[in-house]
C-alpha cells in the first residue's frame, strides 16, 4: 500500500508539473503573438501619422492643384498647417462636430491618430477672432507631439513662425505665447469670440498666464490661431501655442518625404504582411503551437517515466 501511495503521489506531482509547463508555455506564446501584434500595430499608427503621407498634396506657391486633388477626396479638408522647422506639416479638416476627426484622417479613413481639426464652432475662412485647431500628442514628434518642446524656453523663443494655407491664399503667423492649462477653461477654450470687450478679456487673460509670452502687439483687430493639444504634466492638460496672422509671409520649403520610424525596410514589410493574415489563423497558429507543445512535453514525460521505471 506504502508503494502504491507513493507511485500515486509521484503520478500526481508529475501531472502537475506537466499541466504547470503547458500553462507557462501557452501563456508565454500568446505573449509573443500579442507582443508581435502591438509592434505592428504601433507602426501602422506611427505610419498613418507621418506628415510624410500628405506631402504630395502640400500647397505650393503657384501650383495648388495637388492640394485641390486631396479636397477631391476629402471635401472636408479646408487648408494647410506648417510650423516651420517642426515636424508640424498637416493638412487641415474640419466637419460639423469635434469627434470625427479624433480617429480620422485627412483622407477620410479611420486612424487612431486621426488628423488636425479646427473646432467645428469656427469659420472655416479662419476670419474669427481665436480660431482653435487640434491634433494628438503622438510620440515620436508626430501630429501635435511637437508642441511640447515649446515648453523648453530656448525652443520656443527660437521657433517664431508658421504657415497655414487656406482659400487658396498662404497667411504668415507669428507664434508669440505658450498656455499650459487644462482642457475645461473656458477662457481659453471659447472660439469665435466676437464681443470686443470680451476678445479684449481674453487677450488680458492670456497675457497673464502664458508660460512663455514674447513681447509683441496683440489687438482685438487682430486674428489668433491657437494650437491644442494633451499633456501628461497635469490631469486632462493641454498644451497651447497661440499665434496671429501677419501680412508677411514665413514659407518653409517642402521636404522630401523621410522615414520616422526606426525600422528596417525588410522589417517594415514583414510588418505590413501581418495586416493581411486574418484573425482565425493566429488563433490557430497558437491551437497549433499549444498541441506541438502538449507532444513535445508527453514525450518529455514519458521518457522520464522510463528512466525513473528503470
Same mark, same amino acid.
Not at 498647417?81 to 484622417?105: M, R, S
Not at 477654450?189 to 498666464?209: G, R, T, V
Not at 502664458?210 to 502687439?217: D, H, P
Not at 495586416?275 to 514525460?301: M, T, Y
Given at each position: 500500500?506504502?508503494?502504491?501511495?507513493?507511485?500515486?503521489?509521484?503520478?500526481?506531482?508529475?501531472?502537475?508539473?506537466?499541466?504547470?509547463?503547458?500553462?507557462?508555455?501557452?501563456?508565454?506564446?500568446?505573449?509573443?503573438?500579442?507582443?508581435?501584434?502591438?509592434?505592428?500595430?504601433?507602426?501602422?499608427?506611427?505610419?498613418?501619422?507621418?506628415?510624410?503621407?500628405?506631402?504630395?498634396?502640400?500647397?505650393?506657391? /503657384?501650383?495648388?492643384?495637388?492640394?485641390?486633388?486631396?479636397?477631391?477626396?476629402?471635401? +472636408?479638408? #479646408?487648408?494647410? $498647417?506648417?510650423? =516651420?522647422?517642426?515636424?508640424?506639416?498637416?493638412?487641415?479638416?474640419?466637419?460639423?462636430?469635434?469627434?470625427?476627426?479624433?480617429?480620422?484622417?485627412?483622407?477620410?479613413?479611420?486612424?487612431?491618430?486621426?488628423?488636425?481639426?479646427?473646432?467645428?464652432?469656427?469659420?472655416?475662412?479662419?476670419?474669427?477672432?481665436?480660431?482653435?485647431?487640434?491634433?494628438?500628442?503622438?510620440?515620436?514628434?508626430?501630429?501635435?507631439?511637437?508642441?511640447?518642446?515649446?515648453?523648453?524656453?530656448?525652443?520656443?523663443?527660437?521657433?517664431?513662425?508658421?504657415?497655414?494655407?487656406?482659400?487658396?491664399?498662404?497667411?504668415?503667423?507669428?507664434?508669440?505665447?505658450?498656455?499650459?492649462?487644462?482642457?475645461?477653461?473656458? /477662457?481659453?477654450?471659447?472660439?469665435?469670440?466676437?464681443?470686443?470687450?470680451?476678445?479684449? +478679456?481674453? #487677450?488680458?487673460? $492670456?497675457?497673464? =498666464?502664458?508660460?512663455?509670452?514674447?513681447?509683441?502687439?496683440?489687438?482685438?483687430?487682430?486674428?489668433?490661431?491657437?494650437?491644442?493639444?494633451?499633456?501628461?504634466?497635469?490631469?486632462?492638460?493641454?498644451?497651447?501655442?497661440?499665434?496671429?496672422?501677419?501680412?508677411?509671409?514665413?514659407?518653409?520649403?517642402?521636404?522630401?518625404?523621410?522615414?520616422?520610424?526606426?525600422?528596417?525596410?525588410?522589417?517594415?514589410?514583414?510588418?505590413?504582411?501581418?495586416?493581411?493574415?486574418?484573425?482565425?489563423?493566429?488563433?490557430?497558429?497558437?491551437?497549433?503551437?499549444?498541441?506541438?507543445?502538449?507532444?513535445?512535453?508527453?514525450?518529455?514525460?514519458?521518457?522520464?517515466?522510463?528512466?525513473?521505471?528503470?
Amino acid at each position: 500500500m506504502t508503494i502504491t501511495l507513493e507511485k500515486l503521489g509521484l503520478k500526481a506531482v508529475g501531472v502537475v508539473d506537466w499541466a504547470t509547463d503547458i500553462v507557462l508555455e501557452f501563456i508565454l506564446i500568446v505573449a509573443l503573438t500579442f507582443g508581435l501584434y502591438s509592434l505592428w500595430d504601433s507602426q501602422q499608427v506611427y505610419e498613418a501619422a507621418d506628415s510624410a503621407n500628405y506631402t504630395a498634396y502640400r500647397p505650393e506657391a /503657384n501650383d495648388t492643384l495637388s492640394f485641390e486633388e486631396l479636397q477631391k477626396i476629402n471635401p +472636408e479638408v #479646408i487648408g494647410w $498647417l506648417t510650423v =516651420n522647422d517642426t515636424p508640424i506639416d498637416y493638412p487641415i479638416t474640419q466637419t460639423d462636430n469635434n469627434e470625427k476627426y479624433v480617429n480620422t484622417n485627412a483622407e477620410g479613413q479611420y486612424t487612431l491618430s486621426g488628423s488636425v481639426f479646427l473646432d467645428y464652432r469656427n469659420s472655416s475662412d479662419f476670419d474669427d477672432f481665436n480660431s482653435i485647431l487640434y491634433g494628438h500628442h503622438m510620440e515620436k514628434k508626430m501630429m501635435f507631439g511637437a508642441l511640447s518642446d515649446f515648453a523648453d524656453k530656448e525652443y520656443f523663443n527660437s521657433h517664431k513662425y508658421g504657415n497655414l494655407f487656406f482659400n487658396g491664399d498662404n497667411h504668415g503667423v507669428e507664434f508669440f505665447a505658450l498656455v499650459l492649462t487644462d482642457a475645461y477653461n473656458n /477662457n481659453m477654450f471659447s472660439p469665435a469670440i466676437s464681443e470686443k470687450e470680451n476678445q479684449q +478679456e481674453f #487677450i488680458d487673460y $492670456l497675457f497673464s =498666464n502664458a508660460k512663455y509670452l514674447r513681447n509683441i502687439s496683440v489687438t482685438t483687430e487682430d486674428k489668433l490661431i491657437l494650437l491644442s493639444t494633451c499633456t501628461s504634466d497635469i490631469t486632462n492638460g493641454r498644451y497651447i501655442l497661440v499665434g496671429k496672422f501677419t501680412d508677411k509671409l514665413h514659407l518653409q520649403e517642402k521636404s522630401s518625404p523621410k522615414p520616422v520610424i526606426n525600422l528596417s525596410t525588410w522589417d517594415v514589410q514583414q510588418l505590413n504582411q501581418l495586416e493581411k493574415i486574418p484573425v482565425w489563423l493566429w488563433l490557430a497558429a497558437i491551437a497549433v503551437l499549444f498541441v506541438l507543445l502538449l507532444v513535445i512535453d508527453g514525450k518529455v514525460n514519458l521518457k522520464r517515466k522510463i528512466n525513473h521505471e528503470k
